[in-house]
């Protein structure tokens, strides 16, 4: 099956940004993605949430500079961790013909976690960036996971996740090839959960 790919931006906006593990280095990331793939012809689709403290048009809302949506480009808000829950990304995906998204942004293990997953149960193959996601910082204590454990235990269970009919991959960036994407047939065996 071949892939058309389009690059998800998740919540990298300036109030998530700020409470952010690696932030400078994860925007970076995500900004070298942004330019191969619009190099390469393929969208990209910021997503943005709304709510609880950025409402549109505030400061917050907005997405820095190096990742800020250039006129042209996709733009879909959202109130809920899903980004295809009453919102128009799956019609917009299906409408450029997108068959595999490739998923970056903020937060690990609530908006990017729920995205990926609903992006297969829509029907599309995944790429998660494994260097192109981040969460909070946060305290020591408590129950949440440090952040970099985190990070890697969302990677490795994707790394694992089976879907019936899709393709899951985990990737560092440097070898997302946007390119052998739009033009490469690849062949996945279809798998199921155990």
């Given at each position: 099956?071949?892939?058309?790919?389009?690059?998800?931006?998740?919540?990298?906006q300036n109030t998530p940004v700020?409470?952010?593990?690696?932030?400078?280095?994860?925007?970076?990331?995500?900004?070298?993605?942004?330019?191969?793939?619009?190099?390469?012809?393929?969208?990209?689709?910021?997503?943005?949430?709304?709510?609880?403290?950025?409402?549109?048009?505030?400061?917050?809302?907005?997405?820095?500079?190096?990742?800020?949506?250039?006129?042209?480009?996709?733009?879909?808000?959202?109130?809920?961790?899903?980004?295809?829950?009453?919102?128009?990304?799956?019609?917009?995906?299906?409408?450029?013909?997108?068959?595999?998204?490739?998923?970056?942004?903020?937060?690990?293990?609530?908006?990017?976690?729920?995205?990926?997953?609903?992006?297969?149960?829509?029907?599309?193959?995944?790429?998660?960036?494994?260097?192109?996601?981040?969460?909070?910082?946060?305290?020591?204590?408590?129950?949440?996971?440090?952040?970099?454990?985190?990070?890697?235990?969302?990677?490795?269970?994707?790394?694992?996740?089976?879907?019936?009919?899709?393709?899951?991959?985990?990737?560092?960036?440097?070898d997302v090839d946007f390119a052998?994407?739009?033009?490469?047939?690849?062949?996945?065996?279809?798998?199921?959960?155990?």
């Amino acid at each position: 099956m071949s892939h058309a790919s389009a690059l998800l931006v998740i919540d990298m906006q300036n109030t998530p940004v700020a409470i952010a593990y690696r932030a400078a280095e994860t925007v970076a990331v995500i900004a070298e993605l942004r330019e191969r793939a619009k190099a390469d012809g393929v969208p990209v689709v910021t997503i943005q949430d709304q709510g609880n403290g950025m409402e549109e048009g505030t400061q917050g809302w907005q997405v820095g500079a190096e990742l800020a949506p250039a006129d042209g480009e996709f733009d879909v808000r959202k109130t809920s961790p899903d980004s295809f829950l009453g919102t128009d990304l799956d019609r917009t995906l299906k409408t450029l013909g997108v068959t595999e998204v490739v998923v970056t942004g903020f937060a690990t293990e609530i908006c990017v976690d729920t995205t990926a997953r609903q992006a297969l149960s829509h029907g599309y193959d995944l790429v998660v960036v494994a260097d192109g996601h981040t969460t909070s910082v946060r305290p020591d204590s408590g129950e949440y996971a440090a952040p970099a454990q985190s990070i890697a235990h969302h990677n490795e269970i994707f790394r694992h996740l089976r879907f019936p009919g899709r393709s899951v991959r985990v990737l560092p960036a440097a070898d997302v090839d946007f390119a052998a994407a739009q033009s490469v047939t690849h062949s996945h065996r279809p798998v199921t959960c155990p």
